[in-house]
């Protein structure tokens, strides 16, 4: 409860704040809430009410509980959006589907945010915490249930053992030549493997 | 060249030293000498110097050049044992005893070794290099052109991602059910995968 921002703080010029410090202290605020209460249990008025703003502003800067969690853990999807965009389509296509947005998210992230990502899991407990949250309710587990496949618990795990596996070959450890293959390359290599672990026969 | 123990340096005892001192100078010195000269460079002889011990204690301690790189990579294999132990077999059912070897070893493993490699690449550049020469020329380098199979590079990264992917799932995020799943399931769930990295078609 110490780094948030909060109300009793004084405003500089009246209540006003820039968007850049709203966002700031949101994400602030996120990272304490969700760590202490988990993703479901927290709330977007709790979460506005710890970083001292109205809670609108998380719809405005967000788009939602789901684009606020990710952001604090230095994920740049929405998954409220893009669940539902992966899904629209066949489902026999949908590892090809998420990993090239996955890849096109990533390519374009600046900065190496990928790497950003691995500092602070192998660094911060509560980070690992968020990103299984993230990874397990957040993001999977909503993609798998609507399959109504066997197992999806385990599925949701395989996925994200090859997805963050293709983060660290690709943006961290740099292995080639998949660290500089083109998209269509990758989902030909790596395409058909998520494609099991998505709908395939595990056993 | 400044973190080595070297030959200028005041021995304790005369010129004798505990194991442990023998084997740290090893260490240090192999993580300085990899790091500048790479794998195929950096001699045994070399890296003794660096250390002020007898090269004879390479193999003593580590059992020969690729030992040592995997101990100084926080790698508890030995690649030159292993390739050799993972190749006699039916090839098809490589991914196998590779991921009952990776399972054995970091399972195994005491304190998060798994989790230590991570931290060490999250926030070092000298061990990022140091994992993509492991895995590039040390371990998979030499399991899969044994195989004798199309695009051997691209198959070492794909093996690389599965593999990293896997351990950060089960060691580092521990997503459930497969952090804690038993080796057979593992085996069901992601060989098939993984031989397809192996001997499968790409495209």
């Given amino acids: 409860m110490s780094s948030g921002t909060n109300g009793t703080e004084p405003k500089r010029r ?29 709330t977007v008025r709790a979460i506005a009410a710890q970083a001292g703003v109205d809670p ?12 606020l ?15 539902p965009q992966l899904l629209a389509g ?14 096109t998210v990533w390519d374009n992230a600046e900065g190496g945010q990928f790497a950003a990502l691995v500092r602070s899991i192998a660094t911060n407990e509560n980070a690992v915490a968020m990103l299984r949250e993230f990874i397990q309710n957040v993001m999977f587990e909503k993609l798998i249930k609507a399959l109504d496949v066997d197992q999806p618990d385990l599925r949701g795990a395989l996925c994200g053992s090859q997805i963050v596996g293709l983060g660290m070959a690709r943006y961290v450890v740099r292995l080639e030549p998949l660290a500089s293959a083109d998209h269509d390359t990758v989902v030909a290599a790596v395409g058909p493997n998520l494609q099991r672990y998505l709908t395939g026969a595990l056993d």
Avoid: C
Avoid at 29 to 38: L, P, S
């Fill in 90 to 103: 066949d489902r026999e296509q949908l590892a090809e589907r998420l990993l090239r947005r996955f890849l």
């Fill in 56 to 67: 609108a502003m998380v719809n405005h800067w967000f788009g939602g509980k789901a684009g």
């Fill in 69 to 83: 969690f990710s952001a604090a853990v230095h994920i740049p999807v929405n998954p409220a959006e893009v669940v």
């Fill in 14 to 42: 009246g209540r006003r704040r820039s968007g850049a410090d709203t966002k700031a202290a949101l994400l602030a605020a996120a990272r304490e809430v969700f760590t202490e209460q988990g993703y479901d249990a927290a």
